[in-house]
């Protein structure tokens, strides 16, 4: 089966797809303005709703660095520091020894959206069950 358009056919397709771009161009311009506005407003709203005297603010909590530092990790963190194609880079890591080892390792890694703390309920059975983490 050939298929075969006329030149007012594609034009006609083109022409179409042309308007379609331009109309989610035109809606992305209109979620930037949106959410500058909004932006503009909650940096407006915070600036005014902030105390005028010297009361004492609230504790925001702890506070989190690149290796979420604040945040109360289950065992002791650890780092290994290493060169790795002429940088300097480190490792962070937790070492959990079972109270009667078996002799077996269980290396548990994580990733971005995530940290190693996630993994306290398997490190405790596996520590439980005698497995170096």
């Avoid at 311009?29 to 932006?39: E, G, Q």
């Avoid at 290396?107 to 703390?117: D, Q, R, S, T």
């Amino acid at each position: 089966m050939k298929l075969q358009l006329s030149f007012a056919a594609i034009s006609g397709i083109r022409n179409l797809v042309t308007k379609r771009v331009l109309r989610v161009k035109l809606l992305e311009r209109s979620f930037v303005v949106v959410f500058a506005l909004l932006a503009a407003f909650a940096v407006s709203d915070t600036a005014q709703s902030r105390p005028t005297d010297n009361a004492a603010l609230p504790d925001p909590g702890p506070i989190y660095g690149a290796r979420l530092e604040g945040f109360d990790y289950p065992w002791r963190v650890a780092l290994f520091r290493f060169q790795s194609q002429g940088q300097a880079l480190e490792m962070a890591y937790m070492d959990v020894k079972p109270a009667r080892p078996t002799g077996r390792v269980a290396v548990l890694l994580h990733g971005k959206n995530f940290c190693a703390a996630t993994w306290q309920t398997t490190i405790t059975t596996l520590v439980e069950a005698g497995y170096r983490h």
